[in-house]
């Protein structure tokens, strides 16, 4: 199990190993990678309306294979993508040149992007906040880049496992958001970290994870004060 006070280094390469060691399958399930053309349609209603019509400059953290990223570059948005796992981002970038859009896939650390201030105006992340070992840093990181005015939008849910599995055995502990939270708790932790304006709603949609939930998955976003 879990030890205390492991070094944050030591936890992030432990959790790049597990992301690393699923890059080669990981869009091969139907809740992870897009199947249809009704579950593409889906998931680009789902962030059409939190993203907005206008075309931004969005940051995708934690990528991974460049789903999201994929997804927010076809709606006509300027998307950087950045993992810690480099086999993913080489499935990002392949992906990309496939489906000809142009998409920056950087290696980076959520908690510390090598980012200008105010130089992004949405971050979006999709099932990362409880991988992080400090994500009230990473929150105010991902603050720190976007644009005053702008919005930070977390794709999030509650797992409850019974026991961490794989590298999760010996870090879990480690990870204060472990598992994910449910969303009136993630919504405390935003505000508290300095969002504003935070809402969210679930995402139990069948068609988006090409099954029914096992889980309880939603959508939360909050402002970044001006």
């Given amino acids: 199990m879990a030890q205390p006070n492991r070094d944050d280094d030591a936890v992030k390469e432990l959790v790049r190993r597990h992301w690393d060691g699923r890059a080669a399958t990981f869009d091969d399930e139907r809740h992870h990678g897009i199947h249809s053309a009704e579950q593409r349609d889906r998931w680009l ?90 994500p009230a840093g990473a929150l105010r990181e991902w603050q720190r880049v976007v644009a005053p005015g702008g919005r930070i939008v977390l794709i999030e849910g509650y797992w409850d496992h019974d026991e961490p599995w794989d590298e999760y055995e010996h870090v879990a502990g480690d990870l204060p958001l472990y598992d994910g939270r449910p969303p009136d708790e993630l919504t405390e932790v935003l505000v508290r970290e300095g969002l504003s304006d935070v809402t969210h709603a679930p995402l139990m949609d069948p068609t988006l994870w090409g099954r029914e939930p096992r889980h309880d998955y939603y959508v939360i976003g909050g402002t970044v004060p001006r």
């Fill in 45 to 134: 209603a789902v962030l059409r309306e939190w993203a907005g019509d206008d075309p931004r400059r969005v940051l995708d953290v934690g990528c991974g294979t460049g789903v999201v990223s994929l997804l927010l570059a076809a709606l006509g948005h300027d998307v950087v993508g950045v993992d810690f796992a480099p086999a993913m981002l080489d499935r990002a970038r392949e992906k990309a040149r496939r489906a000809n859009r142009s998409v920056a896939f950087l290696r980076g650390d959520a908690e510390t992007l090598g980012l200008a201030a105010d130089s992004v105006d949405l971050v979006a992340a999709r099932h990362l906040v409880w991988t992080l070992p400090d």
